[in-house]
């Protein structure tokens, strides 16, 4: 894969934008403890009750395309820290041969057919709750990003980077609003606001809009 090259599915905008500063962000030890008990528990039991789903999406993805049907990708999390987040595969092997690829979301020709019935439902994010178990990831948070893009971003979007003073998480206030079809200086707006609010209330009204996302089947993530 060539890693210099960056792929955008949508021209750049011929104005920088300025991200607001975060010039103090409380620590809320309490809410830190607590969502992270709470990350590990539903983490657990998802994981439990999808166990025999996701033995089988798996046996299908190997059956219907080339490749591992477990993809794993390297991620920038909290502090700038790397680490590797893990997914069904949805895309076909050597998607990204070209260069790193900003997604298209359904329209984008990488995508297996029966990737596109996993992102609809979100089942590709599942293999993620293992890294909540494992403290990379929070169930609620900003989406993790790789490191080329917010290189990327950032000459543009100053300020995206501010997205790593939290922990990213398996799903967020910009997943819920648009997801694959928010441009990053779209995305930041509401990663900002979702890191300024935080709080276990905004949590749960994040996880519960998530889960009328994936019944609705918008794909929107």
């Known amino acids: 894969m060539n890693t210099d ?17 975060i010039t103090e962000l409380p620590s809320k030890p309490l809410y830190t403890f607590i969502k992270r008990l ?10 439990i009750i999808l166990f025999i789903p996701m033995v089988i999406v798996y046996i299908i993805i190997a059956a219907t395309s ?3 049907p477990i993809y794993r990708q390297e991620r920038l999390g909290l502090n700038g820290k790397s680490f590797y987040i893990y997914k069904f595969r949805t895309m076909y092997e ?5 260069g790193a690829q900003w997604s298209k979301g359904e ?24 890294n909540c178990i494992s403290g990379e990831l929070s169930l609620v948070g900003p989406r993790p990003e790789r490191e080329v893009f917010y290189k990327e971003f950032e000459t543009y979007v100053h300020g995206f980077s501010q997205r790593l003073l939290v922990k990213p998480g398996i799903t967020g206030l ?6 694959y079809m928010l441009k990053p200086e779209e995305k930041i707006v509401y990663d900002i606001e979702y ?19 994936v019944i609705r089947g918008e794909g929107s993530m």
């Open 5 to 21: 090259k960056v792929i955008m599915p949508f021209e750049y905008p011929d104005i920088e934008f300025e991200v607001e500063k």
């Open 38 to 47: 709470f990350d590990i528990a539903v983490s657990v039991i998802g994981i």
């Open 66 to 68: 080339e490749g591992n």
């Open 94 to 98: 050597n998607a990204e041969k070209d």
């Open 107 to 130: 329209e984008d020709e990488r995508i297996t057919p029966i990737g596109k019935v996993l992102r609809r439902i979100r089942f590709d994010e599942v293999p993620q709750l293992f």
């Open 174 to 179: 910009a997943q819920i609003n648009g997801g």
């Open 195 to 213: 890191i300024k609010t935080r709080s276990l209330m905004n949590d749960l009204k994040i996880l519960l809009s998530t889960v009328s996302v």
